[in-house]
T-cell receptor, first 107, second 112 residues
Framework: GIQVEQSPPDLILQEGANSTLRCNFSDSVNNLQWFHQNPWGQLINLFYIPSGTKQNGRLSATTVATERYSLLYISSSQTTDSGVYFCAVGSNYQLIWGAGTKLIIKP | SQTIHQWPATLVQPVGSPLSLECTVEGTSNPNLYWYRQAAGRGLQLLFYSVGIGQISSEVPQNLSASRPQDRQFILSSKKLLLSDSGFYLC???????????FGQGTRLTVV
């Protein structure tokens, strides 16, 4: 089956810093999403991005489907950005999940 | 717009007791519904999914079962909970594997 790998597993930054999170997947997909899981466990949809580039405020994402990777950019980090960021790809009826990147933003 | 409700938010149950978690979806019909479990500090594991009433697919053999008695209702159950059933359970829906998925707020289950 499809494998999804995220890097780095952990990231600690000072407030105001920029970061890039990566998601590699092992096969072609028609669906890729980025989620943020907040400290209360809620999964928040960030981007639905099977290909191309999208931006939403300080966050942007790029998926290069032909090279099987996606990048999530966070600029001018805030403490509220802390949490775990997941990448998930669609395969048939399922979402295949990466292990996540745990991001800690220090004030 | 579509919304997904999941309850309860937290639950503490003794070993050997039964479990029933409920998930309902509003604003759509015939959704694909999913139950995931997340162990502390880890990614999501797909437990069950359903593409229609009475249709359940199990991804991981375990102590849990799922049912879909109505189009927009998905229930996760257990007859006798184990300590290893502790975790964070999330219900999700999306029209199919190629479209955006949405999640309920989750149930944090602690088996003691």
């Amino acid at each position: 089956g499809i494998q999804v790998e995220q890097s780095p597993p952990d990231l600690i930054l000072q407030e105001g810093a920029n970061s890039t999170l990566r998601c590699n997947f092992s096969d072609s997909v028609n669906n890729l999403q980025w989620f943020h899981q907040n400290p209360w466990g809620q999964l928040i949809n960030l981007f639905y991005i099977p290909s191309g580039t999208k931006q939403n405020g300080r966050l942007s994402a790029t998926t290069v489907a032909t090279e099987r990777y996606s990048l999530l950019y966070i600029s001018s980090s805030q403490t509220t950005d802390s949490g775990v960021y997941f990448c998930a790809v669609g395969s048939n009826y399922q979402l295949i999940w990466g292990a996540g990147t745990k991001l800690i933003i220090k004030p | 717009s579509q919304t997904i409700h999941q309850w309860p938010a937290t639950l503490v149950q003794p070993v050997g007791s039964p479990l029933s978690l409920e998930c309902t979806v509003e604003g759509t019909s015939n959704p694909n519904l999913y139950w995931y479990r997340q162990a502390a500090g880890r990614g999501l594991q797909l437990l069950f999914y359903s593409v229609g009433i009475g249709q359940i697919s199990s991804e991981v053999p375990q102590n849990l079962s799922a049912s879909r008695p109505q189009d927009r209702q998905f229930i996760l159950s257990s007859k006798k909970l184990l300590l290893s059933d502790s975790g964070f359970y999330l219900c999700a829906w999306h029209p199919d594997g190629d479209t955006e998925a949405f999640f309920g707020q989750g149930t944090r289950l602690t088996v003691v």
